[in-house]
Nanobody, 126 residues
Framework: VQLQASGGGLVQAGDSLRLSCAAS????????MSWFRQAPGKEREFVAG????????PYADSVKGQFTISRDNAKNTMYLQMNSLKPEDTAVYYC????????????????????WGQGTQVTVSS
């Protein structure tokens, strides 16, 4: 499985961006897909995730109500709609995928994901 993240850029505070993560290869059964981000000098952190049916969508507290994750299985693509962006949202955003179901804190454990995209930079200026 290959994951390709795109859609990042330089925006002003209050703007919106939509990130995309296109999956290719053996994507059938790729149950869990998530977004993580890593700001300079900080550890990679979980942002949001989605199960294959989109029935489970956990979010980090820091982005609840601001970001929306979605998934189009027909297109093998996951999205992250980011609204009301803040300078503290500046980071490299990574998409991740795994065949295993996630429960509870497993969603936010980066070591539990098998596949990773290359990352897309999001910079929010004040």
């Amino acid at each position: 499985v290959q994951l390709q993240a795109s859609g990042g850029g330089l925006v002003q505070a209050g703007d919106s961006l939509r990130l995309s993560c296109a999956a290719s290869g053996r994507t059938f059964g790729l149950y869990t897909m998530s977004w993580f981000r890593q700001a300079p000098g900080k550890e990679r952190e979980f942002v949001a995730g989605t199960s294959s049916s989109s029935g489970i969508k956990p979010y980090a507290d820091s982005v609840k109500g601001q970001f929306t994750i979605s998934r189009d299985n027909a297109k093998n693509t996951m999205y992250l709609q980011m609204n009301s962006l803040k300078p503290e949202d500046t980071a490299v955003y990574y998409c991740a995928g795994d065949y295993r179901r996630k429960v509870g804190s497993a969603w936010s454990t980066s070591s539990g994901y098998t596949y990773w995209g290359q990352g897309t930079q999001v910079t929010v200026s004040s």
